[in-house]
């Protein structure tokens, strides 16, 4: 750790009072010790790391880090706040904030003291003495472990000397001797011959650094709290070491605390198990233990996979919307891939054969290898039978992600239900959240020990089949079915002022996340409604519109760091030649590195260019029937000339738009906002200088 942080990098005074602009200050010490090359490259790949999941935690404390090739070595900066910084925790700001930046090949062994650090964290001692500290060199010398002069009774763990704890013979790497120990101490109490309940647990995060070992610590001391013997795998950057299969088979239950992957998942099948994210992990792992044993009581089991976190049910604690919005997304994902297979399939046929191909025999009866409408049909109906999937896998994967695998068969049965009964898009949403609950339900209740092993094979897949097919046939599918019909006539209604302003939204909606939940919202609401096989001309002016809407950001970004590079850094101009392809492909994801960058002004000029492009392709009256493929299925798009000019306006004006705001900061008096290119610092007791691009 000496090599990692030292006082220059320490700041005790810290006055950001954003997330954003406390990266940028602790970024700028490092940058001045020549330890970042790249500010603005950095604190791009830093806030890519915040985006995908808010580094605060509980106890005040935020965390920033991320991997990165603008670092030459693994260093480490310390702020402290007397304000607060707003990092998402739950319980408010963080006063104590750590920016950890690893190269992107940094080497096992510093990982292992950064990974050290984050254990200590979870140390009240250490958190409280930090707080407590007067001066910088004091406190780098206590974050780095370093004796105190005079004595050896520091306030907390030398974290270079507990370094040890991250990959060594302990409960963190895998093996039993000192959890155990500590755990079978803990449970003494239960009288001599009481066998203490054993759990296994494995902890992992995107970057691999921090919150995978500050959740193993947190529930290796909750395990101890708790009396129970508790032993974690963190699945770390460094690697990790597998649990003894013996440790695994004689487990009493599971904890996967993770928001990445659980690697070789399938040995931890067949037990009581409870699925979070890592932050859960960190913030309620008793709770967690609580849990897990209730499901072991019940004699609830979990077979070998289990749904990603995107695909999870939501966890504890969590409002009921957030929940909703995974389990929607969860389907969602899983319907996308058909949608764009079965629509370029069925816009090719269209293409090659005509508009008349859908009348087409079936080409079991009749294909004439030679003929080019026989291959148009081909297409067509393979598209054909491809959408007839769609609400089926939504239904069924919005299951999935609310109950894990007993959830597909009812689901599955419920979309199918709602295909046939002219229920659509809506119906299958309903059939997929009572699948989901009904399933759940189930579980709940408790049952004899002899029949739990059929439970998942015969019992659930039954019971919640022949409900939910009662309630779709019954109950709710004709409501649902005359609700569809609604939609579909009011959006076949829609024409001029009311097509324009829809297109506006959903231009607004494309623009504001850049493939985030709200964009793939607007996106689902109009592949649902060209997922038919004669979809209505409305349908197709909103396919269009949306796909119009979500090619503007990464286009015009790509066009801004061409006409005004200057404003830009060099990382970003690299990243504006990519843009051109993502764009053209629609991939609205090509302008997120830009939006990191520059929140506040990238995102708002998106927006108001994916409006006007969305509202002009309404007026002009383009209509697309292929979900996906950008300026390569421009010979399927009706309308095409006028379209093109839709997305070439709304691309020039969120490009000026962009130009102006970065321009306006460049010549403001002063500090500038996060995002600029000219807050390249110099050492901070030397005055700012603007830096030349």
Request: charged share 15%; aromatic share 6%; proline share 6%.
């Amino acid at each position: 750790m000496s090599e990692m942080i030292t006082a220059d990098l320490v700041d005790l005074d810290l006055s950001a009072d954003t997330k954003e602009a406390a990266a940028r200050a602790l970024a700028e010490r490092m940058v001045a010790q020549g330890r970042v090359t790249d500010l603005e490259g950095f604190l791009a790949d830093v806030a890519a790391r915040e985006a995908q999941m808010p580094t605060g935690l509980d106890g005040g404390i935020g965390i920033p880090h991320c991997r990165s090739e603008y670092v030459t070595e693994p260093s480490l900066a310390f702020g402290r706040s007397a304000e607060g910084v707003d990092f998402g925790a739950p319980d408010g700001p963080a006063d104590l904030i750590f920016l950890i930046a690893a190269p992107a090949g940094a080497d096992d062994a510093h990982l292992t003291i950064l990974s050290a650090l984050a254990r200590q964290l979870m140390n009240a001692e250490f958190t409280s003495a930090l707080r407590a500290v007067g001066d910088a060199e004091s406190a780098a010398a206590l974050i780095r472990g370093d004796e105190p002069e005079g004595g050896t009774d520091s306030v907390a763990t030398p974290v270079a000397a507990s370094a040890g704890a991250a990959t060594g013979s302990s409960a963190a790497d895998g093996s039993t001797p000192d959890s155990s120990t500590a755990d079978k101490g803990a449970g003494a109490d239960t009288g001599a011959d009481a066998q203490p309940f054993r759990i296994v647990a494995v902890t992992s995060c995107p970057t691999g650094i921090a919150h995978t070992y500050m959740a193993a610590e947190a529930l290796e001391n909750a395990g101890r709290d708790a009396g129970v013997e508790l032993v974690v795998e963190p699945q770390g950057s460094a690697g990790f070491t597998r649990l003894d299969p013996a440790v695994i088979a004689a487990a009493d239950a599971v904890i996967f605390a993770h928001d990445v992957p659980v690697r070789e998942k399938d040995r931890f099948a067949g037990k009581p198990t409870v699925d979070v994210g890592v932050k859960a992990g960190i913030n309620r792992p008793a709770e967690l233990i609580t849990e897990v044993r209730g499901k072991a009581e019940r004699g609830e089991v979990t077979g070998g996979s289990a749904p990603t976190p995107v695909e999870r049910g939501g966890e504890a604690g969590e409002g009921y919307g957030s929940m909703l919005r995974k389990w929607l997304m969860s389907g969602v994902s899983y319907m996308v891939p058909f949608v764009a297979a079965g629509g370029l399939l069925i816009a090719l046929g269209f293409a090659i054969g005509g508009y008349e191909i859908k009348s087409a025999p079936s080409v079991m009866q009749h294909f004439v290898w030679t003929q080019t409408d026989s291959w148009a049909a081909l297409m067509f109906q393979i598209g054909g039978v491809a959408f007839g999937f769609l609400v089926p896998v939504l239904a069924g994967y919005i299951a999935y992600g609310m109950a894990d695998r007993p959830g597909l068969v009812p689901g599955f049965v419920g979309g199918m239900i709602a295909s046939t009964i002219n229920a659509g898009f809506l119906g299958g949403l309903a059939a997929g959240l009572i699948a989901g609950g009904v399933v759940l339900a189930i579980q709940k209740v408790k049952i004899p020990k002899a029949v739990r092993g059929i439970m998942p094979v015969v019992v659930i897949p039954l019971i919640s089949t022949a409900i939910v097919g009662f309630l779709m046939f019954v109950v709710i599918g004709k409501p649902i079915a005359s609700a569809q019909k609604g939609m579909t006539d009011w959006l076949n209604g829609l024409s001029g002022s009311n097509a324009i302003l829809l297109g506006a939204l959903l231009g607004l909606m494309m623009c504001f996340d850049l493939g985030g939940p709200v964009n793939k919202v607007a996106y689902t609401f109009a592949t649902a409604g060209i997922a038919v096989s004669n979809p209505s001309d409305s349908a197709m002016k909103i396919m269009a519109a949306v796909m119009a809407a979500g090619m503007v950001p990464p286009l015009a970004m790509a066009l801004a760091t061409t006409v005004r590079g200057k404003l830009f850094t060099e990382t970003e101009r690299e990243n504006g030649k990519a843009a051109w392809v993502l764009g053209a492909s629609f991939i609205s994801e090509g302008a997120i590195p830009f939006a990191a960058a520059d929140p506040l002004r990238v995102i708002p000029s998106s927006m108001v260019g994916g409006a006007i492009t969305g509202s002009l392709s309404m007026a002009f009256g383009a209509t697309l029937r292929a979900p996906h493929g950008g300026i390569f299925v421009v010979p399927l798009i009706g309308h095409a000339f006028f379209y093109l000019i839709a997305i070439a306006v709304g691309m020039c004006v969120t490009a000026a738009l962009v130009v102006v705001l970065k321009g306006m900061r460049k010549q403001s008096v002063g500090g500038t906002a996060p995002g600029a290119p000219e807050d390249i610092a110099a050492p901070a007791s030397e005055p700012k200088q603007p830096v030349a691009a």
